[in-house]
């Protein structure tokens, strides 16, 4: 075989070294969005400032994400601790409910709420970017209050009649009514009344059936 035979083989057949270019660009653009994000906030970012600051083309960008929102979303996503996709089992509900609330609130009261109230906005024009991130972020914390009442009824902590999708509405909504409206701080006093009150709740759904078969006896 010719040297030049050989140089066509090893041409094919030898790996690349080094990280591939696509994901170094990738990293360049979502670590470049969330800089300005941090600095100059979400009003700044859109895909010229990204673009410029990554050293990438708007077609590369484009590429990957429709908008700016994609790139923040895929950010929080990746940037979620692993302990935070994981339900936790401290074996009551009252404390699995706080080991969720308590960092959500935290963070939503610090630089994640501006974040957050951003891409909620961006859902309401952008009917692909709402499904994106109802069916990703939102869909993942939603999970780990269904996993958590599911145990609840298995240990006979409620009864099996709750709603599970209702629970995390519960839990959820008046995070994010508080988050949008700013009528009330987000703060531990919050977040212990929030559980306090819907394990109440949920706990009313049985002392209601009971009441209701006592009553048709």
């Excluded at 708007?58 to 990746?78: G, P």
């Excluded at 409620?158 to 994010?176: C, K, N, R, Y």
């Excluded at 988050?179 to 949920?202: K, W």
């Amino acid at each position: 075989m010719t040297d030049l035979a050989n140089a066509e083989t090893n041409s094919v057949t030898r790996p690349r070294v080094g990280r591939p270019r696509s994901v170094e660009s990738r990293r360049a653009i979502i670590q470049s969005a969330m800089t300005i994000l941090q600095t100059d906030g979400y009003a700044a970012l859109n895909i010229e400032a990204i673009a410029a600051k990554a050293g990438v083309s708007k077609q590369t960008i484009y590429r990957w994400w429709n908008s700016a929102a994609f790139i923040v979303l895929e950010a929080l996503l990746a940037d979620m601790p692993a302990q935070e996709s994981i339900a936790p089992d401290t074996g009551t509900l009252k404390s699995d409910l706080l080991e969720l609330v308590r960092p959500t609130v935290r963070a939503l009261s610090q630089r994640r709420g501006p974040v957050f109230k951003a891409l909620i906005a961006e859902a309401q024009a952008d009917a692909r970017f709402a499904e994106a991130f109802r069916t990703s972020l939102m869909s993942a914390h939603r999970e780990m209050v269904r996993a958590v009442v599911g145990r609840a009824k298995l240990r006979g902590e409620v009864v099996f009649d709750v709603d599970e999708e209702l629970a995390a509405d519960m839990i959820f909504g008046p995070i994010l009514f508080r988050l949008l409206n700013g009528h009330a701080p987000l703060d531990e006093t919050f977040a212990f009344g929030l559980v306090d009150t819907t394990v109440a709740a949920m706990r009313f759904v049985e002392t209601g059936m009971r009441r209701a078969a006592e009553a048709a006896e």
